[in-house]
């Protein structure tokens, strides 16, 4: 049996795990380690007597792979972002930004709701984990909305679909891991999030205000706020925008010359402020504790899904199976940007059933060369190529779509973690609660995508100035 055939087989069995409920991490891992010494065993002609010394390289290989790429430095990025956002929560950060909103944009039709979205992409600056956003603003914003007369769903819904601009404004994990597997560079994808995501924002508050504006009592506005209040409630919020200017300065310096530092020291030192500023406001030892387990606990989980992966994405390298899917996908008789579309349409379908890191980390292996390959190639100029764009910005244009994809898989039944994680949150919601009040969310999300699409330039202009 040919390799490739191998690597179909084996990557059917594991998408067969997933479905059936097993963990992405170890249906990756277990996939890849079968695969390896079912591909050596094979080059050894299946003889009974070097099963054990395929088993052997096997498991040799599978054992270095990990740790050669989990000791990167642009992953030690992952933890420091996490903490950023549960140090912020416990420092008090997550109630003054929702203040500001609630007090500069609550008159609004749908006030409280657009504040909500504003004040999760505020705090998305400073989280990069869209669950822990998603969890401490069902605990803030939900209760403010149903003192105001909203539908409990629709108030559940805006949370969900706020928590997932986590994912894309930077510091965001998810965007780190992208820039790990296609070896790109870290700091220009984080640029690239910044625009996109409160691009999200804007039209997630569009969205809200449309409804509130077609549909009567659907979302009260909130008024009675004097302009010295409003600029009253500023001074608490600001030292969200004081780590944002942090990290944006230590990845890509906007006044000229050499950035001050590399993405993960912006990371350190931004978790450091936000430390300093939680113990000047009263932040006791048990809740400190709080913060590092549930930064590690999450981080945990992420190099898991990761080490699992890339003893698949080994195996899919020995399986020869990206360069297989890469031509057969240019070698398709339609128009690139079709051929793209329908692989974001696939992501959207294969997020209903997974998790937006794992999905991500078992599909750009072979996902990732075939949109390159669409384009040109990974050198090939913009004059050259079918979207109209370099090898390099068009790296970080698939990454930004394709994290946009994975926001999507937050919010999307059956597998939506961010709805989840606001049922578990509330007492009073069901998980079927938070589907229904997410989805006029879909359209919102399908009209950025498309946005993007049409317009890379909203992705490329910042990373193209560092």
Same mark, same amino acid.
């Given at each position: 049996?040919?390799? =490739?055939?191998?690597?179909?087989?084996?990557?059917? !069995? %594991?998408?067969?795990?997933?479905?059936?409920?097993?963990?992405?991490?170890?249906? !990756?891992?277990?996939?890849?380690?079968?695969?390896?010494?079912?591909?050596?065993?094979?080059?050894?002609?299946?003889?009974?007597?070097?099963?054990?010394?395929?088993?052997?390289?096997?498991?040799?290989?599978?054992?270095?792979?990990?740790?050669?790429? @989990?000791?990167?430095?642009?992953?030690?990025?992952?933890?420091?972002?996490?903490?950023?956002?549960?140090?912020?929560?416990?420092?008090?950060?997550?109630?003054?930004?929702?203040?500001?909103?609630?007090?500069?944009?609550?008159?609004?039709?749908?006030? %409280?709701?657009? $504040? *909500?979205?504003?004040?999760?992409?505020?705090?998305? /600056?400073?989280?990069?984990?869209?669950?822990?956003?998603?969890?401490?603003?069902?605990? =803030?914003?939900?209760?403010? %909305?149903?003192?105001?007369?909203?539908?409990?769903?629709?108030?559940?819904?805006?949370?969900?679909?706020?928590?997932?601009?986590?994912? %894309?404004?930077?510091?965001?994990?998810?965007?780190?891991?992208?820039?790990?597997?296609?070896?790109?560079?870290?700091?220009?994808?984080?640029?690239?999030?910044?625009?996109?995501?409160?691009?999200?924002?804007?039209?997630?508050?569009?969205?809200?205000?449309?409804?509130?504006?077609?549909?009567? &009592?659907?979302?009260?506005?909130?008024?009675?706020?004097?302009?010295?209040?409003?600029?009253?409630?500023?001074?608490?919020?600001?030292?969200?925008?004081?780590?944002?200017?942090?990290?944006?300065?230590?990845?890509? &310096?906007?006044?000229?010359?050499?950035?001050?530092?590399?993405?993960?020291?912006?990371? $350190?030192?931004?978790?450091?402020?936000?430390?300093?500023? !939680?113990?000047?406001?009263?932040?006791?030892?048990?809740?400190?504790?709080?913060?590092? #387990?549930?930064? /590690?606990?999450?981080?945990?989980?992420?190099?898991?899904?990761?080490?699992?992966?890339?003893?698949?994405?080994?195996?899919?390298?020995?399986?020869?199976?990206?360069?297989?899917?890469?031509?057969? @996908?240019?070698?398709?008789?339609?128009?690139?940007?079709?051929?793209?579309?329908?692989?974001?349409?696939?992501?959207?379908?294969?997020?209903?059933?997974?998790? $937006?890191?794992?999905?991500?980390?078992?599909?750009?292996?072979?996902?990732?060369?075939?949109?390159? /390959?669409? &384009?040109?190639?990974?050198?090939?100029?913009?004059?050259?190529? !079918?979207?109209?764009?370099?090898?390099?910005?068009?790296?970080?244009?698939?990454? @930004?779509?394709?994290?946009?994809? $994975?926001?999507?898989? #937050?919010?999307?039944?059956?597998?939506?973690? &961010?709805?989840?994680?606001?049922?578990?949150?509330?007492?009073?919601?069901?998980?079927?609660?938070?589907?229904?009040?997410?989805?006029?969310?879909?359209? /919102?999300?399908?009209? *950025?995508?498309?946005?993007?699409?049409?317009?890379?330039?909203?992705?490329?202009?910042?990373?193209?100035?560092?």
């Amino acid at each position: 049996m040919e390799p =490739i055939e191998i690597g179909i087989i084996v990557s059917g !069995a %594991m998408l067969v795990m997933v479905l059936l409920g097993m963990r992405v991490a170890f249906a !990756a891992g277990l996939a890849g380690l079968t695969g390896l010494v079912w591909i050596f065993w094979a080059k050894f002609g299946y003889a009974p007597d070097k099963f054990g010394k395929a088993f052997t390289v096997s498991v040799k290989i599978a054992g270095q792979v990990p740790h050669s790429k @989990i000791s990167s430095q642009a992953l030690s990025l992952i933890p420091t972002f996490i903490l950023i956002g549960y140090l912020a929560y416990y420092a008090g950060l997550t109630q003054a930004l929702f203040e500001a909103a609630k007090r500069w944009v609550g008159w609004l039709p749908g006030g %409280m709701a657009v $504040a *909500t979205i504003f004040a999760t992409a505020g705090f998305a /600056a400073v989280s990069g984990a869209s669950v822990a956003t998603a969890a401490v603003f069902a605990r =803030i914003a939900i209760p403010e %909305m149903l003192k105001m007369g909203y539908d409990k769903r629709f108030a559940a819904g805006v949370v969900a679909a706020g928590g997932t601009l986590a994912s %894309m404004i930077p510091p965001s994990a998810i965007l780190v891991i992208y820039a790990i597997i296609v070896e790109q560079d870290v700091g220009k994808l984080l640029l690239a999030g910044f625009i996109p995501g409160a691009f999200s924002a804007v039209i997630y508050a569009t969205l809200i205000v449309g409804l509130a504006l077609v549909i009567p &009592n659907f979302g009260p506005p909130k008024g009675g706020y004097s302009w010295a209040e409003r600029f009253k409630s500023l001074p608490p919020a600001f030292p969200i925008a004081f780590v944002v200017l942090i990290i944006v300065f230590f990845i890509y &310096n906007p006044f000229g010359g050499d950035a001050w530092g590399t993405p993960t020291e912006g990371g $350190a030192l931004g978790a450091f402020v936000v430390f300093c500023m !939680a113990v000047w406001k009263g932040m006791r030892w048990t809740q400190l504790k709080d913060a590092l #387990l549930e930064s /590690a606990k999450l981080a945990v989980m992420i190099f898991t899904i990761i080490w699992g992966v890339l003893i698949y994405v080994r195996f899919l390298g020995f399986a020869d199976l990206p360069r297989a899917f890469a031509e057969w @996908i240019s070698g398709l008789h339609q128009p690139p940007m079709l051929t793209l579309v329908l692989i974001l349409l696939a992501y959207a379908v294969l997020g209903m059933f997974m998790d $937006a890191i794992g999905m991500l980390l078992l599909t750009l292996p072979v996902v990732y060369p075939a949109v390159m /390959a669409l &384009n040109g190639g990974d050198t090939v100029s913009a004059a050259d190529s !079918a979207f109209g764009m370099s090898g390099p910005m068009c790296a970080i244009w698939f990454g @930004i779509l394709v994290v946009k994809m $994975a926001e999507f898989c #937050l919010i999307t039944p059956p597998i939506g973690l &961010n709805c989840f994680v606001v049922a578990g949150v509330r007492d009073d919601l069901t998980v079927q609660d938070v589907f229904r009040g997410v989805t006029p969310f879909f359209l /919102a999300d399908a009209v *950025t995508i498309a946005l993007l699409i049409t317009f890379p330039w909203i992705v490329l202009w910042l990373p193209s100035l560092a």
